[in-house]
Structure formats: C-alpha cells, structure tokens
C-alpha cells in the first residue's frame, strides 16, 4: 500500500516540486546516489574498482520534453566517459542510459541519434551501453531503438522487466548469441491488463523469464537483491551448463554490498548501478516505494538523527 502511493508520488509533478524543496540531507542523498558531478561518480566508480566490482553508471534524470535537455543529458554523458577512459575499465565501466532522458518522449529519432554518440563514447572506452525500460509505453519503442544501435554496437544491452505479461516473449527474441539482458523484476506503478501484481507472481514471472535467458545463447545480467532470485540463477547456470563467465549479477549502489562483495569474492561478476547527478527524485521515489524500512531512513534522516 505505503509503496503503491509512493510510486504513484514518483510520478507526480506537484510531490516532485515539494519534496525536491526539502533541504534534503546529504545523508540521505548519498545512500542511493553517488554525488552530483562527474567527480563525484568517477570517485565512486574508483572506489567500486578497487572492491573488485563492475559499474554501469546513469545520468541521473527521466521524461525530457525538452529537446536541449535532452542534449545537455547526452552531454553530461560524454563527459561521464571521457572522465572515466584513464581507469581502463573496459567492459567493467558501462553506462545505463533511459531513453526519455535523451528525448523518446519527442521524438525516437532524436533518442537513438543521441544514444548512438554515447554507445560510440562507451566503445571508444571498449565499453558499451545498457537501455535502462521505463514504463510499459516505452517498451516497443526502446526495443526498437536497441535492434538499431545493435546494428553498430552489438554489445548494446537492454532491461527487460519481469513483471509486464510480454516479457517471456521479449526474452525468447532476445536470447541470442552475444545479446545482453538485464532481467528485474520491474519497479514502475502498473496497471493489471499488462502487469503481474503482487510479490509471489513477479517472482514466479522473474524466474521463467530468467530459465529463459539462462537457457539461451546470450549474456544474461541477473539484477536483483533477492537471495532466492540469486540461489535459483546458480542452480539454472549448473543445469544449463554455464560458467562463471558468461552471465553476471547487478545490483543497485548503496543496497546490499555486503552481499555484493560476497559474489565478487566467489568470483562473480557484480556490477553495481551508479546514479549521479541532481535530478534524483524519480530514482529516488522508486527505492523508497520497494522497501518500507528506507522510508522509516529517509524521515530519520530529515529529522537529523
Ligand atoms: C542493476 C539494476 C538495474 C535496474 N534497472 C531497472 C530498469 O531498467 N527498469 C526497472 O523497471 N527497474 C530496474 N531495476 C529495479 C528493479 O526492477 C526492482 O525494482 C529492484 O531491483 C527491487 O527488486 P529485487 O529484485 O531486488 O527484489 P525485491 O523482492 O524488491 O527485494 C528483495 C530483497 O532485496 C532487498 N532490497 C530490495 N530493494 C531494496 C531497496 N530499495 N533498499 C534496500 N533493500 C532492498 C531487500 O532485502 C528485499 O527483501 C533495476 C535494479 C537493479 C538491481
């Protein structure tokens, strides 16, 4: 209920405007978010390095109707990977882009025109791109947008959400050689004509979609903080043959990184999602409405405590 209303804020201008007001404490900011600058997200990203994890780092920001906006993003994400070259990470150093930040809300033309200058940056980096999904709307489009740049960057990858009906047949067309999916669970408000709902059916929905991927040619990215999620992705790689390398888990900056380092340690690959920047509402919103405890966090640390 407490994370239905939250998500529905998530969305709403009028919330956005109020809380965004509040002299937010760093505290709180810097539990999900990894700063502001590129400075700040390169030192996290150094930081993550040396604890033997991967990164996919996201400009924080979403809904761009406005088509300078939409470039200042793309910018901010040329100068995202241009600060993070002389770290070398090559393949460990992704970037996540959402779409509606570098204009699909405008027009799909502008988006992958901008997507297609940062998946260029990322490969200059020997890196690439993931699309991050956002609501159910986006997802033909997005899709779209990732055959065309997977034209020229075929290590382009995509989230794919558990929760939407679609999305075991969106796995089955994506499970190919080479192809790169992220599987989550899904964490936007949906409605029940194209979404599971309810924790037990987006559970059983994850797992096929994941016994889907796992069985298939590509390079499933398994990105979730649940144990049990993590325990069935080892005993499908054990059924269906697959080693240490050709699959990773993902997980979100700031939750669970004891658990983070514990895979990375069994030799794992673990990639951690970094936002930056001050455009952390939407984001922000998301990681309250999943779990109650942030919420009870977040009002301590405005109280100061
Ligand atoms: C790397 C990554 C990329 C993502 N990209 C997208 C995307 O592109 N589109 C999209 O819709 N969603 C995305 N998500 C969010 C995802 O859809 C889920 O909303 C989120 O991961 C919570 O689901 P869960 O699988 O961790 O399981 P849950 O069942 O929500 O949580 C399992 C356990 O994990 C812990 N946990 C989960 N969330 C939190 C939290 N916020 N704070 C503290 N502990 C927590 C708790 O212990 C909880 O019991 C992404 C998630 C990750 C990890």
Redesign the pocket.
């Known amino acids: 209920m407490l994370g239905q209303l939250l998500l529905a804020a998530s969305g709403s201008r009028l919330v956005r405007r109020s809380v965004s007001g509040f002299p937010l404490t760093r505290k709180v900011v810097q539990r999900?978010v990894a700063g502001e600058s590129t400075q700040e997200a390169r030192d996290a990203v150094e930081r993550l390095r040396d604890a033997n994890l991967a990164v996919?780092v996201d400009h924080l920001g979403e809904e761009t109707r406005d088509a300078r906006a939409a470039e200042a993003t793309t910018n901010a994400y040329l100068a995202l990977l241009t600060a993070l070259r002389p770290l070398q990470l090559g393949s460990r150093g992704e970037v996540?882009v959402?779409l509606s930040a570098v204009g699909q809300r405008l027009d799909d033309a502008m988006a992958l025109e901008h997507a297609r200058e940062i998946c260029a940056a990322a490969a200059v980096n020997g890196s690439s791109v993931?699309?991050?999904?956002?609501?159910h709307t986006t997802v033909d489009s997005t899709l779209t947008i990732l055959r065309k740049l997977r034209e020229d960057f075929p290590a382009t990858g995509v989230?794919i959400?558990?929760?939407l009906f679609r999305s075991e047949e969106d796995c089955r067309d994506l499970a190919s050689e080479g192809s790169r999916v992220?599987l989550?669970?899904?964490?936007?408000r949906e409605p029940a004509s194209v979404a599971h709902q309810g924790?037990g059916a987006?559970?059983k929905a994850?797992v096929r979609c994941l016994r889907i991927l796992m069985a298939g040619k590509g390079y499933p990215?398994v990105?979730?903080?649940?144990?049990r999620?993590i325990a069935i992705t080892e005993l499908l790689a054990d059924r269906f043959g697959r080693t240490i390398g050709d699959h990773e888990f993902?997980?979100?900056y700031?939750?669970?990184t004891d658990r983070q380092e514990a895979l990375a340690g069994a030799g794992h690959t673990v990639?951690?999602?970094v936002p930056y920047g001050d455009d952390w509402y939407g984001y922000f919103m998301?990681?309250?409405?999943?779990?109650p405890?942030?919420v009870a966090f977040f009002l301590r640390a405005l109280g100061g405590k």
């Open positions: 999900f996919s996540s959402k993931t699309l991050d999904m956002e609501d989230a959400q558990a929760y992220r989550v669970k899904g964490a936007y924790r987006v559970d994850f990215m990105a979730t903080h649940d144990d999620m993902q997980m979100l700031g939750i669970r990639r951690v999602y998301r990681r309250l409405a999943e779990r405890a942030n």
